[in-house]
Nanobody
Framework: QVQLAESGGGLVQAGGSLRLSCVAS????????AGWFRQALGKEREFVAF????????YYADSVKGRFTISRDNAKDTVYLQMNSLKPEDTAVYYC??????????????????WGQGTQVTVSS
């Protein structure tokens, strides 16, 4: 069974940076594409970033484009989300998820097969 574990969240000032990590069971990221989603209190889970299996194709939500970067190290079974220039509206629980590489609708939670437990990111003014 694929298992995912996010880490790296915390409390930061607006304008600060965090790097989230998603560590998966062995071999996961050589098989699956990966995505990051977030869910703020009282809101729907929303797409943040996507990386294809090879890492050659990435996509970002407009709200984070230019500030966040998704990357992967398949040898370490880890996917990262580097978050810069953080804003209070970035406050949410961030989730890592993986999807079969044939999935096209990367921005839809339903396209993903496995999910981590989430890590809290809080950005203060």
């Amino acid at each position: 069974q694929v298992q995912l574990a996010e880490s790296g969240g915390g409390l930061v000032q607006a304008g600060g940076s965090l790097r989230l990590s998603c560590v998966a069971s062995e071999g996961t990221f050589s098989t699956y594409a990966a995505g990051w989603f977030r869910q703020a209190l009282g809101k729907e889970r929303e797409f943040v970033a996507f990386s294809s299996r090879s890492g050659g194709n990435t996509y970002y939500a407009d709200s984070v484009k230019g500030r966040f970067t998704i990357s992967r190290d398949n040898a370490k079974d880890t996917v990262y989300l580097q978050m810069n220039s953080l804003k209070p509206e970035d406050t949410a629980v961030y989730y890592c998820a993986v999807s079969a590489p044939g999935s096209f609708w990367y921005y839809r939670p339903s396209a993903y097969d496995y999910w981590g437990q989430g890590t809290q990111v809080t950005v203060s003014s």
